[in-house]
T-cell receptor, first 115, second 113 residues
Framework: EPEVTQTPSHQVTQMGQEVILRCVPI?????FYWYRQILGQKVEFLVS????????KSEIFDDQFSVERPDGSNFTLKIRSTKLEDSAMYFC?????????????FGEGSRLTVL | KNQVEQSPQSLIILEGKNCTLQ??????????LRWYKQDTGRGPVSLTI?????NTKSNGRYTATLDADTKQSSLHITASQLSDSASYIC????????????FGTGTRLTVIP
């Protein structure tokens, strides 16, 4: 069964360092998303991506964040200079279409710990 | 304001017992509502989807209901199993907007032997 894969599963980094989280969405999907979940809190939307550009982003997704789809298969989230509060689980998701019933398929998540 | 509220926050039940989780929402205009199961440390997985015209839908031991008038949904789990231990998240989709999904905080279910 097709699935969204994410790497790394866990990354520990020092505050101020750059981090790149990688995702391989399901191959025929068109819409891609990043969400984050701080421990014990709800899942929060970061950004959606379609047709090689950002379609929407949240207030959380400030200038420190960027996304790319460099090669038509990978979808990356970059955090330029990490802060302690960036520690969270980051989920990539993809969807085949943005129709009313479009289901999001989530990856297993990348746990980021900023020290 | 578009919000999704879930209750209870956490629940502990004995294996084999039934339970019901609640979801209230204010998202408008409403498109659909999904219940996701999230195992610890893993991504959410869709259990069922409810559209405006549907009142009840079953998926194995899971039965979801939707009352679009009162903007409430429930997820009923029958004959619980240890593997049902997880967080159950209610996600409501709004008709418009690229970011049109609103997540509840989830109910943490623990099934004990």
């Amino acid at each position: 069964e097709p699935e969204v894969t994410q790497t790394p599963s866990h990354q520990v980094t020092q505050m101020g360092q750059e981090v790149i989280l990688r995702c391989v969405p399901i191959s025929n999907h068109l819409y891609f998303y990043w969400y984050r979940q701080i421990l014990g809190q709800k899942v929060e939307f970061l950004v959606s991506f379609y047709n090689n550009e950002i379609s929407e982003k949240s207030e959380i997704f400030d200038d420190q964040f960027s996304v790319e789809r460099p090669d038509g298969s990978n979808f990356t989230l970059k955090i330029r200079s990490t802060k302690l509060e960036d520690s969270a689980m980051y989920f990539c998701a993809s969807s085949g279409f943005s129709g009313d019933t479009g289901e999001l398929f989530f990856g297993e998540g990348s746990r980021l710990t900023v020290l | 304001k578009n919000q999704v509220e879930q209750s209870p926050q956490s629940l502990i039940i004995l294996e084999g017992k039934n339970c019901t989780l609640q979801c209230n929402y204010t998202v408008s205009p409403f498109s659909n509502l999904r219940w996701y199961k999230q195992d610890t440390g893993r991504g959410p997985v869709s259990l069922t989807i409810m559209t405006f015209s549907e009142n009840t839908k079953s998926n194995g031991r899971y039965t979801a209901t939707l009352d679009a008038d009162t903007k409430q949904s429930s997820l009923h789990i029958t004959a619980s199993q240890l593997s049902d231990s997880a967080s159950y998240i209610c996600v409501v989709r709004r008709e418009t907007g690229a970011n049109n999904l609103f997540f509840g905080t989830g109910t943490r279910l623990t099934v004990i032997p």
